[in-house]
Antibody, heavy 118, light 107 residues
């Protein structure tokens, strides 16, 4: 089955860090650009970051640069997002998404919830 | 604030046609993509490119654009179409992907 499954979310104190994972299956992960998109409770979608198939090109939302690091391991069919110095406003569901063609996300995971609270 | 502007809410009667719009200067240059999101679920791709639909998306969903506005039209809306709809595209610099604020469709 073609799917993406995120994990690693949870309750974290402000200032803490977290690594989110996204396990891909059912398709050739190494050939796709991958993305992270987040959604704060009751709010809209916010693009976070993208990484090209071979990790040659990495981009971040301007407002998030510096605290977020995207990476991937094609041998493990996995995508990662490391977030440090977590803030309350980082509380959100974090989705990984496959980029079929430029900026078009045709496959999404079910998301993993990150809650930043003391 | 988003560089893509959507009406917060739109309503339509079952069987009628509804148009959901997305406005932004970058849409004069870049295509928009449309996603449907139902409560508690991940977004689903419904329209991309000039007016392409992924397999499995009913043909009552269509896309169009004119100037700085792109539209998602549902012809003959069904109860199951009730959802939030988001457009996405590049920002005017072309450097970043942005989403519209979303439109809550009530059927």
């Amino acid at each position: 089955e073609v799917q993406l499954v995120e994990s690693g979310g949870g309750l974290v104190k402000p200032g803490g860090s977290l690594r989110l994972s996204c396990a891909a299956s059912g398709f050739t992960f190494s050939t796709y650009t991958m993305n992270w998109v987040r959604q704060a409770p009751g709010k809209g979608l916010e693009w976070v970051s993208s990484i090209s198939s071979s990790s040659s090109y990495i981009y971040y939302a301007d407002s998030l640069k510096g605290r977020f690091t995207i990476s991937r391991d094609n041998a493990k069919n996995s995508l990662y997002l490391y977030i440090n110095t977590l803030r309350a406003e980082d509380t959100a569901i974090y989705y990984c998404a496959r980029e079929e063609v430029d900026d078009v996300f045709d496959l999404w995971g079910q998301g993993t919830m990150v809650t930043v609270s003391s | 604030s988003s560089e893509l502007t959507q009406d917060p809410a739109v309503s339509v009667a079952v069987g009628q046609t509804v148009r959901i719009t997305c406005q932004g200067d970058s849409l004069r240059i870049y295509y928009a993509t449309w996603y449907q999101q139902k409560p508690g679920q991940a977004p689903v791709l419904v329209i991309y490119g000039k007016r392409s639909r992924p397999s499995g998306i009913p043909d009552r969903f269509s896309g169009s654009s004119s100037g700085n506005t792109t539209s998602l039209t549902i012809t003959g809306a069904q109860a199951e179409d009730e959802a939030d709809y988001y457009c996405s595209s590049r920002d005017i610099s072309g450097n970043y992907l942005v989403f519209g604020g979303g439109t809550k469709l009530t059927v």
